[in-house]
């Protein structure tokens, strides 16, 4: 018979988590991983009122995303310090930079370089790690974005992962409830 009472009051409880409105499962933190898009914006950096600079996109997991103007010949690892940095979802092992003049990246010899069609793959954990960066100089017009890293598991999976461990939780506190409260 507790048995029964146990069930009623977990299919009580899964209705009333279906039917919980979006509003409150924002205020219970269910719908946490769904953010608003970061706004880009423009930034000036400059040593002296009368350097020249250039202008380079910079996109992705980064916290200041944005068009930079910067002095010319800027480092890349430059231009992410200036951007604060990546998210802690940003991957620096696979920033992407497109070149509007790729021949001034080609000749460099890097293990932390790959390039396609004028495209380069920047290892920049490596360049922090072994050094190198001083090579890697940005240009007018030049392009790059900061992916975010792939997780493990998807949200939808560890959403279906915590569905099912929660009511497997509340059934097992029922039986357990139920063996133990019973008459002896």
């Not at 039917?19 to 219970?28: F, N, S």
């Not at 480092?75 to 998210?87: I, S, V």
């Amino acid at each position: 018979m507790n048995i029964q009472k146990s069930l009623r009051l977990f299919v009580a409880f899964i209705f009333g988590l279906a039917c919980t409105p979006a509003v409150h499962a924002q205020e219970l933190g269910l719908l946490s991983d769904i953010k608003p898009p970061a706004q880009a914006s423009e930034y000036i950096f400059r040593s002296s009122p009368k350097e020249s600079l250039i202008s380079v996109q910079l996109l992705g997991a980064v916290y200041k995303p944005g068009i930079y103007y910067v002095p010319a010949n800027t480092e890349l690892l430059k231009l992410l310090t200036l951007a604060g940095g990546t998210t802690n979802g940003g991957d620096l092992s696979e920033v992407l930079v497109r070149k509007t003049e790729p021949k001034s990246w080609s000749d460099l010899n890097m293990k932390a370089l790959s390039e396609y069609q004028g495209a380069y793959e920047v290892d920049a954990e490596k360049i922090i790690k072994y050094g190198g960066g001083k090579n890697l100089k940005l240009g007018q017009d030049d392009f790059v974005y900061v992916p975010p890293r792939t997780p493990w598991i998807s949200s939808e999976a560890s959403r279906g992962i915590t569905i099912v461990s929660i009511v497997l939780g509340i059934v097992l506190t029922a039986v357990l409830i139920d063996k133990n409260t019973g008459d002896k």
